[in-house]
């Protein structure tokens, strides 16, 4: 009996001991994810001003989609494909209510109601954006008027 005993008492310190570590990724991985929304958003306002180009993708001059897939590239790794068609069916689908800190937004821009413009959702309605308008790297709202009229969707990618 007093060895039955002994195996009890190790089985559950064995067990306190190793609860905690297996709990321990899950949390790891939703502070993992808030982060990487966070480097996304923080490095793509590092590229406000720059120059928009159609057909580059950085690091100094940017067209629309070039911006999302060089931020998207350089601080997640993951490489995503090059076009704002493309990129509006790539990863996650998200609504426009639930759009998140680093999800990719698309719009059709043109009037010819395919996607046509991307950029990358920064919080309160707001996106940055390599905008042909405005000649650069710029954030706006997707509050009400242009973009709010021509949000197609977003994309969870990270």
């Known amino acids: 009996m007093k060895n039955f005993k002994r195996k009890i008492i190790t089985l559950l310190l064995l067990v306190s001991m190793i609860t905690p570590v297996l709990a321990t990724p899950i949390q790891i991985d939703a502070a993992s994810k808030t982060s990487k929304s966070t480097q996304v958003v923080t490095f793509a306002k590092k590229q406000l001003g720059k120059k928009y180009v159609w057909g580059k993708s950085g690091p100094s001059t940017f067209d629309c989609s070039g911006f999302t897939y060089y931020v998207i590239k350089k601080t997640t790794g993951k490489t ?18 639930n759009l998140k800190k680093g999800d990719l937004v698309f719009f059709a821009t043109t009037g010819k109601g395919r996607i046509s413009h991307a950029g990358i ?12 308008t405005k000649g650069k790297v710029v954030i706006s709202s997707m509050a009400s008027g242009h973009y709010y009229k021509t949000f197609v969707n977003g994309r969870r990618v990270i």
């Open 80 to 97: 995503i494909p090059r076009s704002s068609t493309a990129q509006g069916k790539h990863g996650k689908y998200v609504s426009r209510k």
């Open 121 to 132: 959702y920064i919080g309160n309605k707001k996106f940055i954006h390599a905008s042909s």
